[in-house]
């Protein structure tokens, strides 16, 4: 069955990342997420500790952007 990978790149805004990954969950296909955040500041992280525990995340500190961080997650540098 075909599943899919989907890398969500993160940078503060933690009410539109909450709404992305609600959205993902309600998907029928299956597929993993890996966040890639890049310095968030604003209880990014928290929230997706605890609202998310099935995220993969990958914190890049002291990047302020997500083009650079988000290019590790597809090479299997997923974290928790």
């Known amino acids: 069955m075909l599943s899919v990978d989907v890398v969500v790149p993160v940078l503060d805004r933690s009410d539109l990342t909450r709404a992305c990954l609600h959205d993902l969950a309600a998907q029928d296909l299956p597929h993993t997420v890996t966040s890639v955040d890049g310095g ?26 997500t083009r650079p961080p988000a290019t590790r997650a597809p090479r299997g540098d997923r974290a928790r």
């Open 40 to 65: 968030s500041t604003d209880g990014t992280l928290s929230m997706l500790r605890d609202e998310f525990p099935d995220v993969g995340l990958v914190e890049v500190s002291g990047t302020r952007g």
